[in-house]
């Protein structure tokens, strides 16, 4: 594969059009868009819209006459339509680890007698910190985390929901989600599931797997911006029935009737908490509608097409210096690939340095996303041309670049 090649690919990409649309900085390959992705051109000017126009100029009464109050439907409806779900089923509320709490306490709530919450070790730690909360609030109630290997096989007839993460965010290892829904119901236990590194960049099908329940992430992949509000799907059968333990204002039949007893919509707005972030929910749905207009198949297709081309081109290139693959090539994958080095973080900063952003994840992992909207295929190419670079001449091994940041 030479560079020339990788143009090629792009020549015939049928989403290169879509780099257009945002403007990322000059000299910069930007591989972290699956742990903060960039602003659509679009999003910056909505954003200015609604605080000049709508916050400046309209105020309160924008609740109304801009729709503020609908957003979190309009935007989740949205946000169905790139996970398989339908347009009643998802909503945007809090963050996803909020959200997380909020469905897992309404899966006990589903499953009276069931007092197990199964999970896999090494899940993303706010996953397994909220279910030892949960576990922690509710006399009875336990959370066993098992090897994924032996998750299949540890659902029981105690386990009263399964919560698991469609693509591990280290590893990129992708469930079937179909297979494993399946897996849980046949014991009649339900399953959660978070798509945080799956919305936006995988053909997640929630109804077409049977799924339960899930949440997700809306500023990775679906370029909601820094903290973007989150959203939830909740299955329609599910509706009605699953409680909330969050009972705000928001998720009231009447909110605006000011009772003073909760009564819960019966729908998805029984989900939402209290008022909804707007300017968050602007960009969002900004970076939502861009995505709407890519197909989800050519979106993953793209983006494992880029993942293997960086797999291939740094097991040629930079085996030799330590550098391993620590995502399984012939597993299911999301669109993130894992290398380990020992020295991880100070080779991610030389690279940051050299205008490749990559990032660390603790004990050894360097970790690379593979956004399709932005991302060409020569873009993967001159970023392995560069951690070779760095690599072949030490260029990591500084003090400076061993420095850890609060952030990496
Ligand atoms: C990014 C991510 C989250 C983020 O949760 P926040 O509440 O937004 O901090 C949760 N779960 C997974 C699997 C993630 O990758």
């Known amino acids: 594969m030479t560079r020339d090649d990788a143009l090629a690919l792009d020549a015939v990409d049928p989403l290169a059009q879509f780099r ?3 403007d990322l900085p000059k000299g910069v390959i930007y591989l972290d868009g699956n742990s903060l992705g960039p602003p659509a051109k679009t999003a910056l000017a909505r954003l200015a819209d609604v ?12 609740w109304n ?36 709490f909020k469905l897992a306490a309404g899966a006990l709530s589903l499953q009276p007698g069931r007092a197990t919450i199964l999970s896999e070790t090494g899940n993303f730690p706010t996953d397994l910190y909220v279910l030892q909360g949960l576990a922690a609030l509710l006399p009875g109630v336990e959370l066993k985390a098992v090897d994924a290997d032996d998750l299949p096989a540890a659902i029981d007839e105690d ?73 939830l799907f909740v299955a ?36 939402i908490t209290g008022t909804p972030p707007i300017l968050g929910l602007a960009a969002l749905e900004a970076g939502v509608d861009l995505q709407l207009q890519a197909d989800p198949a050519l979106v993953e297709a793209k983006g494992l097409a880029l993942a293997d081309l960086f797999i291939e081109l740094a097991a040629e290139r930079c085996a030799e210096f330590g550098v391993a693959l620590a995502s399984d090539r012939s597993a299911r994958r999301g669109l993130h690939v894992a290398l380990t080095h020992p020295e991880g973080y100070a080779i991610v900063q030389a690279l940051m340095a050299r205008g490749v952003v990559g990032d660390f994840r603790a004990p050894d992992v360097l970790r690379f996303g593979f956004s399709p909207l932005f991302l060409s295929f020569a873009d993967i190419w001159d970023a392995v041309e560069i951690l070779h670079d760095v690599l072949a001449t030490a260029a990591w091994d500084t003090e400076a670049f061993r420095a850890r940041a609060a952030v990496t």
């Open 236 to 271: 329609e059968r599910h509706q009605g029935a699953i409680r909330s333990p969050l009972s705000g204002w928001m998720g009231h039949a009447e909110p605006f009737a000011f009772d003073d007893a909760y009564r819960p919509a019966a729908d998805i707005r029984a989900q």
């Open 159 to 231: 386990v009263a929901v399964v919560v698991l993460t469609e693509v591990h965010y280290k590893s990129a290892r992708r469930w079937d989600m179909a297979a494993l829904t399946a897996a849980a119901h046949a014991k009649g236990a339900l399953v959660l599931w978070d798509l945080s590194h799956s919305a936006g960049a995988v053909a997640t099908d929630l109804n077409g797997s049977g799924a339960d329940l899930a949440v997700g992430c809306g500023y990775k992949y679906l370029n909601g911006g820094p903290g973007a509000p989150a959203f």
């Open 51 to 62: 605080g000049a126009r709508e916050w400046g100029q309209d105020l309160i009464r924008s």
């Open 20 to 22: 257009d649309a945002f």
């Open 65 to 100: 006459v801009n729709g503020w109050i609908d957003a979190p439907l309009r935007v989740g409806g949205k946000i169905a339509g790139l996970i398989g779900a339908q347009p009643n089923e998802v909503t945007v509320a809090d963050s996803t680890s909020v959200n997380l």
